[in-house]
């Protein structure tokens, strides 16, 4: 959740005058601050946090929408004592993020989410540990894999930006070697591994041309987002980024859509930073223009959103087929507005799960786990892996259909170069 409020939170940073110009602006905000309302609520410490309500064994075993929930709603935190350093570092990323969302429009909220980023950094940073080991019943759901050092760094990361404060700058030099910030080099950016967002966000400041005196950190930094970069345009020697026939990035089996959306956040973002500094990128000796980052990253939205083999939207409620049985309670059963009668914890299964019939309510917005490695989908609602949906797929897609919404307005089929390259592609 954490992580979806801060890929929102950076698609306004980066493309807010293209969301405004959607008209979807107020709509990007009310999104952000439904998610960092909460967090304040859930932050009653400056060294407590509230993890998880629920736990996923009690709410799996049951098939049933939110209204008739009577699984525990046991809550669960993190704390001096049951360290959650990754859980910390996200959210604060997220409330920093966002109090620079809200810093012209509503000071007063900006301020305040500052302050509970500052606290939970802190926290997160002084009581060292993985959330997972503190909260044993996530490791079966969410388990932290990449551990804790890589949400610091992005915690930090985002407190500079928010804050201009030295401080935090320094944190992410002296950190960068020993928490794995310029010696991993991953080719994948998701709500568990940070990494590629770090160097990313990092190698901007080295473009800006600002800190010279740590340049030489900063250009270790970049020399790993560019690796995830060439990654994914497949100009890595070895190590690139699987691709399905079709053309889709392909990490991994179980929801693969969510980092195909955060790389084409990526791959747009720093188009933007290298034209802006009138930059290349480099891969292996080929300079890659910032045009082709660009002219990719649309590629991987236009499969998103139908232009794939099977002619299917990922994007449910986008175009004329996308998924009907998304893998989602309350989508799936008849909604409590029309049908009040109490739906019990297995009846859900019972009458709703094995349906071949459509969902009863559309997802809008909702992207899904998406294809197979050979682009192939089975529209079933047991089909977890495909079917599922999360905020954070749809997430990163914010900033990039206004991005793209921009250009289509602009006309750029006019651009010649702009023609050329994605008819080359």
Not at 23 to 37: F, P, Q, R, S, V
Not at 163 to 191: H, M, P, Q, R
Request: hydrophobic content about 35%.
């Amino acid at each position: 959740m954490a992580f979806t409020v801060t890929m929102l939170s950076w698609g306004v940073i980066e493309y807010g005058k293209q969301i405004a110009d959607a008209g979807e602006l107020k709509h990007a905000l009310e999104a952000i601050k439904w998610g960092t309302d909460y967090f304040i609520k859930a932050h009653t410490n400056p060294n407590v946090l509230w993890a998880e309500v629920g736990d996923g064994d009690t709410d799996h075993y049951c098939w049933q929408r939110p209204e008739d929930m009577t699984t525990s709603r046991q809550a669960y935190k993190i704390d001096e004592n049951n360290p959650g350093s990754d859980l910390a570092g996200e959210t604060a990323a997220a409330m920093a993020a966002s109090s620079i969302v809200f810093k012209k429009s509503n000071p007063h909220y900006s301020h305040l989410l500052l302050h509970h980023a500052q606290q939970l950094f802190e926290f997160g940073d002084k009581y060292r540990g993985k959330y997972d080991t503190s909260i044993g019943v996530v490791k079966s759901y969410y388990p932290s894999v990449s551990g804790y050092m890589d949400e610091l760094l992005w915690a930090a990361l985002w407190l500079y930006k928010a804050t201009d404060k030295v401080e935090y700058l320094k944190y992410i030099i002296n950190n960068a070697n020993g928490f794995g910030g310029i010696g991993w080099a991953i080719t994948e950016f998701s709500w568990d591994v940070k990494y590629a967002g770090v160097q990313i966000l990092v190698s901007k400041l080295l473009m800006e041309g600002k800190h010279k005196e740590y340049n030489d950190i900063l250009e270790q930094y970049q020399a790993k987002a560019e690796h995830y970069l060439c990654a994914c345009l497949n100009k890595n020697n070895g190590s690139n980024v699987d691709r399905s026939p079709g053309g889709l990035l392909y990490v991994r089996q179980w929801n693969n859509m969510q980092y195909v959306s955060s790389a084409a956040f990526l791959l747009s973002i720093y188009s933007d930073y290298l034209q802006n500094a009138n930059k290349n990128l480099h891969c292996h000796g080929e300079i890659v223009e910032s045009q082709e980052l660009l002219v990719f990253a649309k590629s991987q939205v236009d499969y998103i959103l139908g232009s794939n083999p099977m002619s299917t939207s990922y994007l449910v409620g986008f175009g004329d087929n996308y998924p009907k049985r998304v893998h989602h309670r309350g989508a799936s059963i008849a909604s409590y507005k029309g049908n009040k009668g109490f739906i019990g914890c297995t009846q859900g299964y019972d009458n709703w799960y094995g349906t071949k019939d459509p969902n009863p309510n559309i997802l809008v917005g909702a992207l899904v786990g998406g294809p197979d490695s050979q682009d192939e989908f089975r529209d079933e609602r047991g089909n977890y892996m495909q079917t599922e949906a999360c905020t954070y797929n749809t997430a990163p897609l914010v900033g990039i259909f206004a991005k793209f919404h921009q250009l289509q307005t602009q006309n750029l089929s006019s651009d010649e170069e702009f023609a050329s390259l994605v008819s080359s592609y």
